[in-house]
């Protein structure tokens, strides 16, 4: 394989448009299996291709500031919407949502089942780490749930949030729900925030970083959050 091909390797990530923490993880996972094959003899020691590459330009890559405030965060929270819109009124609350739920993101708020409220508390494994969570609501939390505890046209397969329907199958049809829904989603929300007068583009992503972000600012260390 050797340097030219990982240099090549990179130029794709660069050209999908990957940001420099998202190369830098794909590197270093590729490095690491690498690694790992020559430990179990799966190849030779010399054909390894990142001898020559340099990873200093990925130690502490510096990534553009996604968080909002916390007075952005309520202005969002107070913004008066059309109650007949219920697409941006769900979009608003799958955002708000993220951000009282300690950052939880779309793929698990999505998944999210009645069975998961237990006395006050959310219990949840997440998808990507399988790391279980559990924590007692926020009282705005709380709020956007009782929304839609006797909601019309709720999900009739358990969740909590009208996203996935009993229709939703497969496992692509899951994935092809969950996308078309979080496009939605951060369209609508960046919509509404242009409306306020918040600069920054808003996503999904924007409400989870915005969690730990006030944290951080309330002066809860990096190791807690």
């Given at each position: ?105 779309f793929t698990d708020l999505a998944e ?114």
């Open positions: 394989i050797g340097l030219p091909f990982i240099n090549r390797y990179e130029q794709w990530l660069i050209d999908k448009g990957c940001t420099i923490v998202t190369r830098s993880f794909y590197l270093r996972t590729f490095r690491t299996l690498w690694k790992v094959g020559i430990k179990e003899n799966y190849y030779p020691e010399t054909h390894y291709p990142f001898k020559d590459f340099s990873f200093s330009k990925y130690n502490n890559p510096r990534t553009k500031k996604r968080a909002i405030t916390k007075e952005q965060i309520e202005l969002i929270a107070g913004a008066e919407i059309d109650p007949e819109n219920d697409s941006l009124i769900n979009s608003r609350n799958y955002f708000l949502f993220s951000f009282y739920c300690r950052g939880l993101n999210l089942k009645w069975t998961n409220i237990v006395d006050g508390e959310l219990h949840y494994v997440r998808s990507k780490t399988k790391e279980e969570f559990r924590f007692r609501l926020h009282p705005s939390a709380a709020q956007i749930l009782d929304y839609y505890t006797d909601l019309k046209g709720n999900s009739d397969a358990g969740f909590v949030f009208p996203i996935l329907y009993k229709r939703h199958a497969t496992i692509q049809s899951v994935r092809d729900r969950k996308k078309k829904i979080l496009t939605r989603v951060n369209k609508q929300i960046k919509e509404l925030g242009i409306s306020l007068g918040i600069l920054k583009p808003l996503t999904t992503y924007v409400a989870r970083h915005s969690y730990a972000t006030t944290l951080r600012r309330n002066g809860i260390s990096k190791e807690n959050i």
